[in-house]
């Protein structure tokens, strides 16, 4: 029995399923994803920006170029469209940065119901002691951890880290997470087996992606029974 059709649809609703998006977006599909990652390395944590990136680059490996960008050849498309989206995630990362500043300590807050599980100001605690041990490297490192890519870029501006390092680096971690999670997609896209099984695929994404924030939280636990 092929559990996938039941399974995804409680890990991805529809509104954060990376297939459905891009097919409802159509011929607008590389600029409505620019848009997400932007919006996701804003503000807005909970959007699909691994799983997007991936799926972008299955999208061009398995189409051809005439779907894309009228007739240039997949590897320009695959520059061209992860260029864009490198940049949307770093003019993220840049609205972020100037929302902590300005409005971050309102936005963490303690306060009840789904705002309050999203900004809980523990967030800021846990952003702070990963600036605390890597240094400039956690706006790299962060980057391929969802929920924390957002945290770190809005307590940074909290924090009023200096603005040039953060453009530096974030811009770094922006670029090799755009063409790094997007190349995944368009090289795994030509084998038989991931094409065939893209739901599979994105279920294991989903669970990867959260794999640093369960390890995160066992080692926490086991550190606290330790103390205690």
């Known amino acids: 029995m092929n559990l996938t059709p039941l399974l995804l649809p409680l890990l991805l609703p529809d509104w954060l399923d990376p297939a459905v998006i891009i097919h409802n977006l159509g011929n607008w599909a590389l600029w409505g994803v620019a ?13 699909p920006g691994d799983s997007l990136l991936f799926t972008v680059g299955m999208f ?8 894309t960008f009228g007739g240039l050849d997949k590897p320009m498309v695959y520059l061209v469209s992860c260029l864009i989206l490198s940049i949307f995630a770093v003019l993220g990362n840049v609205a972020g940065y100037w929302i902590g500043h300005f409005i971050g300590p309102k936005l963490f807050k303690p306060r009840e119901g789904f705002w309050g599980k999203i900004f809980d100001p523990k967030y800021v605690d846990q952003t702070h002691e990963l600036l605390g041990k890597y240094g400039n490297r ?10 924390v890519r957002t945290f770190i870029t809005l307590i940074a501006g909290i924090g009023r880290m200096d603005f040039k390092a953060f453009i530096t680096w974030t811009a770094v971690g922006g670029v090799i997470w755009s063409f790094g999670v997007t190349a995944l997609g368009y090289f795994l896209g030509n084998i038989p087996f991931i094409a065939n ?32």
């Not at 990652?37 to 909970?46: Q, R, T, W």
């Not at 956690?138 to 929920?147: E, H, K, Q, S």
């Open 35 to 47: 848009l997400i990652l932007f919006i996701e390395c804003a503000i807005f944590p909970v959007l």
């Open 60 to 67: 061009i490996a398995m189409n051809p170029p005439s779907i």
């Open 197 to 228: 099984n893209i739901d599979a695929v994105l279920i294991a994404i989903v669970l990867v992606s959260v794999l640093p924030m369960a390890w995160e939280y066992l080692r926490a636990r086991r550190e606290k029974k330790a103390t205690a």
């Open 138 to 147: 956690a706006l790299v490192l962060a980057r391929f951890v969802p929920f």
